[in-house]
């Protein structure tokens, strides 16, 4: 389990322990020190400015592709639970040189978590019609979930 202490609506320590210490509360895996506490949920400090956070989890960008209607809620499950690939993602992976062909495919199956500056994110973003700030968007909403 995870548990973190909170001062001031800041997440200022995480503990990884089975019983949580005095004061610390349960929290998912994606809570971050730095994180903010907000009416009983947590936001990173990206999502409170409308900055892009560089990071979010793997959770948290299958189930925006899935709200945005790029993939299935089976699919976004699937990847989540089992790392099946999206049809959506095995055709942008198709259309990769073949030698970044298995890099793709290990990062997309095996990543807890993706980096908006990793290639591959524009490179997908530009197969779905998305331009840079939309990408953005698409960040900004995953790490509101």
Do not use: C
Request: glycine share 8%; no cysteine; hydrophobic share 40%.
């Amino acid at each position: 389990m995870k548990y973190v202490l909170i001062e001031d609506g800041v997440v200022v320590q995480v503990d990884l322990t089975e019983t949580p210490p005095e004061g610390y509360i349960e929290a998912s895996d994606d809570v971050h020190a730095g994180d903010h506490f907000v009416e009983g949920r947590f936001v990173s400090p990206e999502v409170e400015t409308g900055s892009v956070p560089e990071e979010i989890s793997d959770r948290q960008f299958f189930q925006q592709l899935s709200i945005m209607g790029l993939i299935s809620e089976e699919e976004a499950e699937a990847a989540v639970s089992t790392g099946t690939l999206p049809p959506a993602m095995l055709v942008f992976i198709g259309q990769l040189p073949t030698e970044q062909q298995f890099p793709a495919r290990m990062l997309l199956k095996g990543a807890t978590s993706f980096r908006r500056s990793n290639p591959f994110v524009s490179e997908f973003g530009a197969m779905q019609g998305m331009t840079s700030s939309e990408i953005d968007d698409l960040w900004r909403a995953a790490a509101a979930l």
